[in-house]
C-alpha cells in the first residue's frame, strides 16, 4: 500500500487560499473547499510556460497527467502556452514579453517549467533568462512561496543526511516572496566616513504584509499536523522584532494551532539536526530563501521538489524548484516529478480542485513503488527509465486508481 503523506493528506477541509484582500488585513474570502466538494468551476484556463533546457520535457509530461487526472474529476482545460526566459529572449528580444504576462494574468493558473541556460548567461542583466521569471512573479504579485519538503520513503537513501534522522520528514516552508530586504528602500552604494565604498540595503516589513503571509502560514498549519514555527531574527532586528509580535498576536485566532518562534541561526541548525521537529515554517524573504533550500536537500533529490507562489488575488503561479538542467537538456534525462506534483499543487492551491490533486499524488507514490526511477533518484534494484516513461508510468497509475476504485 502506498504511504500516506501529511503534506498531500491534509486530516481536515482544505481551504483555498487563492483570494486574499490586497488591502485588508483580514482574507477577503477564503473558500473552504472540503474533498467532497469540489468547486463549481470546472473547466480552467492553464498558462503554460515551459522556458528553457528541461523545461519544455517536463511541462510536456505534467500536462498530459493534469488532463487525465482532472478528465476523471470532469474537469476540462484550456491551454495557453506562452514564451519566457531564453526562449522569450530568443524569439522577442526580451524575456517576459508583455504577452505573457497579460495571458498569465487572465488564466486561472500558471504553470512553469524552468528558464536559464549557458547560451544566455553573458547577457546583460535586463537580457537574462531569469530577469523575465523575476518580472513574471513580481508582475503576478505572488507574496507568498510554498516549498514543502517531503523525504518519500521510497528516496529515503538518496538524503545526505543519516537515514534515521531523514525518514519521515515531512514539512512546508511558508517564505514571505515580496518584501523585506530584497525590496526595500533605501537600497544602493555609497562612500562612507573614510571614503570607502560601501553597499547597503533595508529589511522592512509592514504590519499587513506580515499579517497576510502569516495568515496564510496559520491556514496552512491547520490543514497539516498543527504546529507553525515562526522564524525570526528579533534578538536583533527590528523588523523580527515586529513580525514576532504580529505573528503572536494572529496566534488567538488559531488556538487549534501550535505556535512556536525561532530564530534563523538555531532553526537553520535544527534543520539538519531533528527535521522532524518542524511541520510549517513562517518566515521572511531572505531566511526563507536560505532555509527552503536547506530544507530542500534534506530530500537529497532536487527533481522530485514542488512549489507554489499565491496572491492576494489571481492565478498562482507553480513551479519546480530545480532550474533548467541545461547538462541533461533534450536526452530525456529529466526528472519530471517536481513539475508532475507541482501540478498538484496547481489543482490544490490554485483551484481547491483537492481530489483531482489527490489522484496525482496517489499516482507519484504508486509509480515510485513500482521501481520507476529517472537517473537523479536511481539506486540499485529499481528501473532506471528517461523522463517520458515515467510520464507513461504515471499516467497508467492515475489509471489504475481509477480502476481499482472501480471494482
Ligand atoms: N526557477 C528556475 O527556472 C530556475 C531555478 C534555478 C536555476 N535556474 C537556471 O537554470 C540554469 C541551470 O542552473 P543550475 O545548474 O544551477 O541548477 P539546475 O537545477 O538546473 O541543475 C542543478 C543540477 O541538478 C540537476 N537537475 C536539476 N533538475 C533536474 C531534474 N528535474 N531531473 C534530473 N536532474 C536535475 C541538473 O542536471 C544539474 O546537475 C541556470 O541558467 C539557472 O539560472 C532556473
Not at 246 to 252: D, K, N
Not at 255 to 271: F, G, I, K, S
Not at 278 to 307: C, H, K, Q, R
Not at 330 to 345: E, I
Request: net charge negative.
Amino acid at each position: 500500500m502506498a504511504p500516506s503523506l501529511q503534506l498531500f493528506h491534509p486530516p481536515k477541509p482544505f481551504t483555498h487560499f487563492n483570494r486574499f484582500s490586497s488591502t485588508s488585513s483580514r482574507p477577503a474570502s477564503v473558500r473552504c473547499s472540503a474533498a467532497a466538494a469540489p468547486p463549481s468551476k470546472r473547466s480552467y484556463t492553464i498558462t503554460l510556460l515551459p522556458g528553457d533546457g528541461i523545461g519544455p520535457e517536463v511541462i510536456s509530461v505534467a500536462k498530459d497527467v493534469l488532463v487525465l487526472a482532472g478528465s476523471f474529476e470532469g474537469i476540462t482545460y484550456e491551454f495557453r502556452e506562452m514564451l519566457l526566459g531564453g526562449a522569450a529572449l530568443d524569439a522577442t528580444g526580451v524575456p517576459m514579453p508583455d504577452e505573457t504576462l497579460s495571458v498569465s494574468k487572465q488564466s486561472d493558473a500558471v504553470l512553469l517549467g524552468a528558464i536559464g541556460g549557458y547560451k544566455w548567461d553573458k547577457n546583460e542583466k535586463h537580457l537574462k533568462p531569469e530577469t523575465g521569471l523575476l518580472q513574471l512573479r513580481s508582475g503576478l504579485q505572488v507574496f507568498a512561496n510554498l516549498r514543502p519538503a517531503t523525504v518519500f520513503p521510497q528516496l529515503v537513501d538518496a538524503s545526505t543526511l543519516k537515514k534515521e534522522v531523514a525518514e519521515g520528514v515531512d514539512l512546508m516552508v511558508v517564505r514571505e516572496l515580496t518584501g523585506g530586504i530584497y525590496f526595500g528602500k533605501p537600497r544602493g552604494f555609497g562612500t562612507n566616513e573614510n571614503g570607502q565604498e560601501t553597499g547597503f540595503n533595508t529589511e522592512i516589513y509592514s504590519a499587513h504584509e506580515i499579517d497576510r503571509i502569516a495568515r496564510l502560514a496559520f491556514e496552512i498549519a491547520r490543514k497539516r499536523r498543527g504546529k507553525l514555527c515562526s522564524v525570526d531574527k528579533a534578538n536583533v532586528l527590528e523588523a523580527s522584532m515586529l513580525w514576532r509580535k504580529i505573528v503572536t498576536e494572529l496566534a488567538l485566532e488559531y488556538p487549534d494551532v501550535e505556535l512556536t518562534h525561532m530564530y534563523v541561526d538555531n532553526a537553520a541548525m535544527q534543520l539538519v539536526r531533528y527535521p522532524k521537529q518542524f511541520d510549517t515554517v513562517l518566515t521572511n524573504n531572505i531566511f526563507g530563501d536560505i532555509l527552503s533550500d536547506e530544507a530542500s536537500m534534506i530530500t537529497g533529490s532536487i527533481g522530485m521538489l514542488p512549489s507554489a507562489s499565491i496572491g492576494a488575488s489571481g492565478p498562482g503561479l507553480f513551479e519546480p524548484i530545480h532550474g533548467s538542467a541545461p547538462d541533461i537538456a533534450g536526452q530525456d534525462k529529466a526528472n519530471p516529478f517536481a513539475t508532475v506534483l507541482s501540478a498538484a499543487m496547481l489543482l490544490k492551491y490554485g483551484l481547491g480542485e483537492e481530489r483531482a490533486a489527490e489522484r496525482i499524488e496517489k499516482a507519484v507514490l504508486d509509480t515510485l513503488n513500482r521501481g520507476f526511477r529517472t537517473a537523479d533518484i536511481y539506486s540499485a534494484g529499481t528501473k532506471l527509465v528517461g523522463c517520458k516513461q515515467v510520464g507513461e508510468e504515471i499516467l497508467k497509475s492515475v489509471e489504475s486508481h481509477i480502476l481499482a476504485a472501480a471494482v
